[in-house]
């Protein structure tokens, strides 16, 4: 039995091409990473879709003044509040009436510059 055994010849080691085999893993990576950064990308355009038509309350801006105190600008069924919010809770410090909302924001269209890099790369980090 030992002499069966000693007598066949090794098998041969697969003859395999290194190169080839970093080269197909290396674009397997790159498109496993391609695909979930376009999936990313389309579940936020979906997203931002559905949501702006089925919620009430949208919040339209948010100012830090502190280490934990904000203002929020939000906007609700067409009203707009300004709150302010901080250790002690939540408090509406303004009631904007409907007039005046529309015609702010009309003039901020009107006079808005052209965004800069670092602003349009912030958008884009911060859509849900």
Do not use: K
């Not at 085999?21 to 950064?37: A, T």
């Not at 009631?95 to 958008?123: H, I, K, N, W």
């Amino acid at each position: 039995m030992l002499a069966l055994i000693a007598a066949t010849p090794a098998m041969a080691a697969p003859n395999i091409n290194v190169g080839a085999e970093l080269l197909r893993v290396i674009l397997s990576l790159v498109g496993i990473i391609v695909l979930i950064l376009v999936a990313g990308w389309l579940s936020r355009r979906l997203r931002a879709h559905g949501i702006q038509s089925s919620r009430r309350i949208r919040c339209v801006e948010t100012f830090a003044v502190g280490a934990r105190d904000r203002l929020l600008l939000l906007e609700v069924d067409g009203q707009r509040l300004l709150v302010g919010s901080g250790q002690g809770g939540m408090r509406t410090l303004h009631v904007y009436d409907a007039g005046a909302a529309s015609s702010t924001e009309a003039a901020q269209e009107v006079a808005a510059p052209a965004p800069v890099f670092a602003e349009l790369l912030a958008r884009w980090r911060r859509t849900p």
